[in-house]
T-cell receptor
């Protein structure tokens, strides 16, 4: 199956800083999603982005499918951005595979 | 839409007891997924349904686990008998485009088996 690797595993920021999270995958995909798991355990959709670039407020994501990676950008981070960010990818006819996540802590 | 609805949010039970977790998918979504999340194994897909029919149950850990979807708006995941190693957060998710579609998760059911 597809291998998914996220980096960095942990990230600590001061409020207001910017950050980039990376997701590498081992094969071509037709599904790629970014999720945020907040400290209460809820899994929240951020982006459905098998290719291209999308933006939603302070967050944006880019997937370069031909080079097998996706990036999640967080600008002007806030304490409410804390939590775990998961990348999940799926190939043709295959289930989504989740990465191990990036644990983000934003300090006030 | 109300989103994916799961119940109970928390369940504490004793080893050997039967546990039933419930899920209502987003209206109009014809794919429903059950996931389990643990610290050791991360998020694992247990089973998924399309139009109420189980398509892939290869992730179900053992015969103690069973899942049903009697209609388009309701699914159950049952563990009988429960064991302490079943303690985890169980998520239900739904999608309108199957494996390539955007997945929406419920808030999860946190199970503790003593």
């Amino acid at each position: 199956g597809i291998q998914v690797e996220q980096s960095p595993p942990d990230l600590i920021l001061q409020e207001g800083a910017n950050s980039t999270l990376r997701c590498n995958f081992s094969d071509s995909v037709n599904n790629l999603q970014w999720f945020h798991q907040n400290p209460w355990g809820q899994l929240i959709n951020l982006f459905y982005i098998p290719s291209g670039t999308k933006q939603n407020g302070r967050l944006s994501a880019t997937t370069v499918a031909t080079e097998r990676y996706s990036l999640l950008y967080i600008s002007s981070s806030q304490t409410t951005d804390s939590g775990v960010y998961f990348c999940a990818v799926g190939g043709s006819g295959s289930r989504l595979t989740f990465g191990e996540g990036t644990q983000l802590t934003v300090n006030p | 839409d109300a989103g994916v609805i799961q119940s109970p949010r928390h369940e504490v039970t004793e080893m050997g007891q039967e546990v039933t977790l419930r899920c209502k998918p987003i209206s109009g979504h014809d794919y429903l997924f059950w996931y389990r999340q643990t610290m050791m194994r991360g998020l694992e897909l247990l089973i998924y349904f399309n139009n109420n029919v189980p398509i892939d149950d290869s992730g179900m850990p053992e015969d103690r686990f069973s899942a049903k979807m009697p209609n388009a708006s309701f699914s159950t995941l049952k563990i009988q008998p429960s064991e302490p190693r079943d303690s985890a957060v169980y998520f239900c998710a739904s999608s309108s485009f199957g494996l390539i579609g955007e997945l929406f998760f419920g808030e999860g059911s946190r199970l503790t088996v003593l």
